[in-house]
C-alpha cells in the first residue's frame, strides 16, 4: 500500500507500473528506434488497496496524473456526496469516488443474475446522476472464470436501458468538477464505521493480529535499510526488458548490477499487500482471509534480500534481525 511506504519507494512503484503498462501495451522503441518503453495518455491512478492520502495525491499530481480513484471515506464532511469527482484545490489533481456499494456488488459477482445491481442502478437513473464503478481486473477471468462474459452482458443491458458508459477520464474532462480543500485518508476496505473508529486498514493493519504486526516489523525493518550499490535503471541494454522477470538478468556480467536488480525487484514484489490480507483471518463474504502458503512465497522475497545483503558485508545486526523475524513469522504460520 503506498500511504505506508517512504516518498522513493512510491515514486518507483508508480514508475514500475508505468513501466508494465508501457511493455505491454506502449511500444519497446523510442522515437529513434532506440531501446525505450514508451507509452502515452496515462492520466489516471487506480492505487493499490485504493489507499489514498495527501501525500499520494501530491506525489500523482507531480507526476502529471489529472485523478486517482479512491472510496468516498476520503471525503470530508463538507463534501456534496451525490458527485463522483472531485477536485483538490491546491493540487488541481481530481479525486473520482466510486459507488462502493455496487462496485463491492459486482466484485464478489458469482452468477449472472444481475438483477439486484441493475435495480440500484435504474433508481439513480432517475435524477440522471453519474455514478463510477470500479473494481480490480482480475475479477474479469481470475476470481470469476465468467466474469469477461457477465462483463459483456452487463454492458450490454445497460445499453438497452439507455444508460451511457464512459471512462472515468472522458468524465473527469467533460465538466468542471467541485472543489474540496480537505481529503482524509482512506482504504476500500474501510467502512464510514470503521474511520471513524481510526480503523482504516482492518484488513491489512490489525492491532490484536500479532502476526500481522510482525510482517510490518519486518516491512519496516527492510525498507529502513534497503540501499543499492548502483543504479538500476542506468544499466545499459535493459531499458525495454521486463525487468520483474529476473531470468532476463542472467547474462549481467556485473556483479553489484545484477545483485542490485534482484534486490530491487524483490524488494517491490515484498511490498505487495497480500501478505497482510491473506494473514488478517478475517472473514469477508463467508470467506476466510488466511492463505499461508501465500505469505511463505512472499517470505522468500525478504529472504532473498537479506542473502545479498549479508553477501556484500551489510550490516549483521540488521541481516541477524530480518533472519528472527522471518523465522518467526514462518512458525506462526499454520
Same mark, same amino acid.
Given at each position: /500500500? %503506498? ?5 522513493? %519507494?512510491?515514486? @518507483?512503484?508508480?514508475? %514500475? ?14 522515437? @529513434? ?16 488497496? &485504493?489507499?489514498?492520502?495527501? @501525500? %499520494? ?9 489529472? #485523478? ?6 476520503? $471525503? ?23 459507488? *462502493? ?5 459486482? *466484485? ?10 441493475? *435495480? ?5 437513473? =432517475? ?7 470500479? $473494481? ?34 472522458? /468524465? ?38 500479532? =502476526?500481522?504486526?510482525? /510482517? ?27 525487468? #520483474? ?10 556483479? $553489484? =548490477? ?26 469477508? /463474504? ?7 502458503? =501465500?505469505?511463505?512465497?512472499? &517470505? ?12 556484500? *558485508? ?21
Amino acid at each position: /500500500m %503506498l500511504t505506508k511506504i517512504p516518498e522513493n %519507494l512510491v515514486e @518507483e512503484q508508480i514508475i %514500475l507500473n508505468e513501466y508494465g503498462l508501457g511493455y505491454y501495451f506502449g511500444t519497446k522503441h523510442g522515437f @529513434e528506434g532506440e531501446p525505450s518503453i514508451m507509452v502515452k495518455n496515462i492520466q489516471g491512478f487506480f492505487p493499490p488497496e &485504493m489507499a489514498v492520502n495527501y @501525500e %499520494l495525491a501530491k506525489i500523482l499530481s507531480d507526476l502529471g496524473y489529472k #485523478w486517482f480513484m479512491a472510496e468516498d471515506t476520503c $471525503l470530508p464532511p463538507s463534501a456534496d456526496n451525490n458527485k463522483s469527482i472531485y477536485t483538490l484545490k491546491d493540487l488541481g489533481i481530481n479525486v473520482v469516488c466510486r459507488d *462502493s456499494l455496487l462496485s463491492n456488488m459486482l *466484485s464478489f459477482k458469482r452468477e449472472t443474475n444481475l438483477n439486484d445491481i441493475l *435495480s440500484i442502478i435504474y433508481s439513480k437513473k =432517475i435524477d440522471n446522476s453519474s455514478l463510477v464503478l470500479s $473494481l480490480d481486473g482480475e475479477y474479469f477471468g481470475h476470481h470469476y472464470p465468467d466474469g469477461i462474459y457477465l462483463l459483456d452482458y452487463f454492458l450490454g443491458l445497460l445499453e438497452g436501458a439507455g444508460i451511457f458508459v464512459s471512462s472515468v477520464s472522458d /468524465m473527469v474532462d467533460e465538466r468542471n468538477h467541485p472543489p474540496i480543500s480537505e481529503f482524509r485518508e482512506s482504504s476500500w476496505g474501510a467502512s464510514k464505521d470503521d474511520w471513524s473508529r481510526g480503523d482504516i486498514y482492518p484488513f491489512w493493519y490489525d492491532i490484536n493480529n500479532s =502476526i500481522q504486526l510482525d /510482517m510490518w516489523k519486518l516491512q519496516y525493518l527492510l525498507i529502513s535499510h534497503i540501499k543499492y550499490s548502483s543504479t538500476v535503471d542506468n544499466v545499459s541494454d535493459m531499458q525495454n526488458i521486463p525487468i #520483474w522477470n529476473i531470468s532476463y538478468n542472467k547474462d549481467n556480467n556485473d556483479e $553489484l =548490477i545484477n545483485n542490485d536488480i534482484i534486490k530491487y525487484i524483490n524488494m517491490h514484489k515484498f511490498l505487495n499487500s497480500d501478505k497482510f490480507w491473506w494473514l488478517s483471518k478475517k472473514s469477508l /463474504m463467508g470467506k476466510n482471509l488466511y492463505n499461508p502458503e =501465500i505469505v511463505r512465497e512472499v &517470505m522468500k522475497y525478504a529472504d532473498i534480500i537479506c542473502t545479498i545483503d549479508e553477501d556484500t *558485508s551489510a550490516d549483521a545486526k540488521y541481516t541477524k534481525d530480518v533472519k528472527v523475524l522471518i523465522g518467526e513469522i514462518i512458525k506462526e504460520l499454520k
